[in-house]
C-alpha cells in the first residue's frame, strides 16, 4: 500500500478547484474512438472514505479485457484532500487515485472510473480530469445520473437512452442487466461515446456493475479497514509523498 500526502499547491477553496476545471477541461480530447472492448488491459479505480479519521484509500484493479481475470492492482491511502462539494468531488479523489495507478506494475490500459466524465455540470468529471492528467483513454460508469434528464431505456441488456442536458448528449443510460436499472456512462478522454458503451457491456457479463467497478470497490474498502486499524496506516503513520 503507498501512502501519499496532499500535493503541494492542490485547491484549497472552491473558485481554485472551479478554476483548474476550466483549465483542464480545454485539454479533453474527445476525437479519438479509444481501445477496442476486449482487448488489452482495462483498469477499474475506486475510493473509500473514513471522514472522521480523515482517511481516504484508493484502489486501481488491472483485468485482462478479454478474460476479465485480475492480472494487477494496488492501493493508495492518505488524507482527504478536499471538502465534500457536489461538482467538486475529483478533488478528493484525484491525488490518491493518480499515486495508486503509479503503483500499478504495468500500464493500466484504459481505465473506468465509479462517476462521471461529460456527464457532469461542468462538463469534466473524474473520469475527464484523471484522463487529461495522465493521458491514459477513460470512461465514466455512475450509479446514478446525477442531474440530467433521460428516458428509461428499453428492458433489454445493451438497451440505451441520451442523457441529456437541455439538447446536448453528455451520456447515455445503458441497460447492463435485463431489466434492471441501468447504469451512466460517459466519455472522460481519448474514447468515444459508443466505444465506451461497448466496453462497459463488456465487462458486465453477470452484474449490473462492471467487474473493473465491482473490484476495485472491494479492494479499496479493504484498504480502507486496514488503514484505519490500529497500527494502521491511518493510525498514526507519516503520510509522505
Not at 476550466?22 to 474512438?33: H, M, Q, S
Not at 478479454?66 to 475529483?90: D, H, K, N, Q
Not at 473524474?126 to 487529461?132: Q, T
Not at 462497459?200 to 479492494?219: G, I, N, Q
Request: charged share 20%; aromatic share 6%; hydrophobic share 45%.
Amino acid at each position: 500500500m503507498t501512502t501519499v500526502d496532499i500535493p503541494a499547491g492542490w485547491p484549497a477553496t472552491e473558485e481554485q478547484a472551479r478554476a483548474v476545471q476550466d483549465e483542464l477541461r480545454a485539454r479533453t480530447i474527445l476525437g479519438e474512438l479509444g481501445p477496442p472492448p476486449g482487448t488489452g488491459r482495462v483498469t477499474g479505480v475506486d475510493v473509500a472514505y473514513d471522514d472522521e479519521r480523515d482517511v481516504v484509500a484508493a484502489a486501481a484493479v488491472v483485468l485482462d479485457a478479454a478474460t476479465l481475470e485480475v492480472v494487477a492492482e494496488a492501493t493508495a491511502v492518505g488524507r482527504i484532500s478536499f471538502p465534500y462539494v457536489p461538482g467538486l468531488l475529483a478533488f478528493r479523489e484525484i491525488p490518491m487515485v493518480l499515486a495508486a495507478l503509479d503503483a500499478l506494475p504495468e500500464p493500466p490500459g484504459l481505465v473506468v472510473c465509479d462517476g462521471y466524465g461529460r456527464a457532469h455540470p461542468r462538463r469534466f468529471g473524474l473520469a475527464s480530469h484523471l484522463g487529461v492528467l495522465t493521458g491514459l483513454p477513460t470512461i465514466g460508469v455512475a450509479k446514478n445520473p446525477f442531474t440530467f434528464s433521460y428516458d428509461d431505456p428499453g428492458a433489454q441488456r445493451g438497451a440505451w437512452a441520451p442523457l441529456l442536458a437541455g439538447g446536448e448528449e453528455v451520456g447515455r443510460a445503458l441497460r447492463t442487466r435485463e431489466a434492471v436499472k441501468p447504469v451512466f456512462v460517459s466519455v472522460g478522454h481519448r474514447v468515444s461515446l459508443d466505444n465506451a458503451c461497448a466496453h462497459t457491456l463488456a465487462l458486465t457479463p453477470a452484474y449490473r456493475l462492471p467487474e473493473t467497478t465491482r473490484r476495485a470497490d472491494a479492494l479499496c474498502r479493504r484498504a480502507l479497514r486496514e488503514a484505519t486499524a490500529p497500527g494502521g496506516a491511518g493510525a498514526g503513520t507519516e503520510y509522505v509523498v
